[in-house]
């Protein structure tokens, strides 16, 4: 079992950074592959990053590629989404969830058994 909390999200304006944390609790989060979710108002819940807690190799979804970085602090048990040139498209409920460790990176969320409860990210002038 794990437990995730985010924290971090907030309203920004376009061009602006955000970092969003992931506090896991439980099991030692390196068992597993922590990914980050977005879902917009209307839109269909899509894989943004994710990132194997083990040996830290990443994965990005291309539309954020090069401008947002996902990392995890081992003695924290937190992984971190550090968001750069934000634009209003990035506007979502941002979750971090995540994937026994074989299930590799990948961005399915249907292979995620974990989730926290979402952060708001707002870009907006």
């Known amino acids: 079992q794990l437990q995730l909390v985010e924290s971090g999200g907030g309203l920004v304006q376009p061009g602006g950074s955000l970092r969003l944390s992931c506090a896991a609790s439980?099991?030692?989060?390196?068992?597993?592959?922590i990914g980050w979710f977005r879902q917009a108002p209307g839109k269909e819940r899509e894989g943004v990053s994710c990132i194997n807690a083990t040996d830290e190799s990443t994965y990005y979804t291309n539309s954020v590629k090069g401008r947002f970085t996902i990392s995890r602090d081992k003695s924290k048990n937190t992984v971190y989404l550090e968001m750069h040139s934000l634009k209003p498209d990035d506007t979502a409920i941002y979750s971090c969830?995540?994937?026994?460790?074989?299930?590799?990176?990948?961005?399915?969320?249907?292979?995620?058994?974990?989730w926290g409860q979402g952060s708001q990210v707002t870009v907006s002038s």
């Open positions: 969830a995540a994937a026994p460790w074989w299930v590799g990176l990948k961005l399915e969320g249907n292979e995620y058994l974990y």
């Open positions: 439980g099991d030692p989060f390196t068992h597993y592959v």
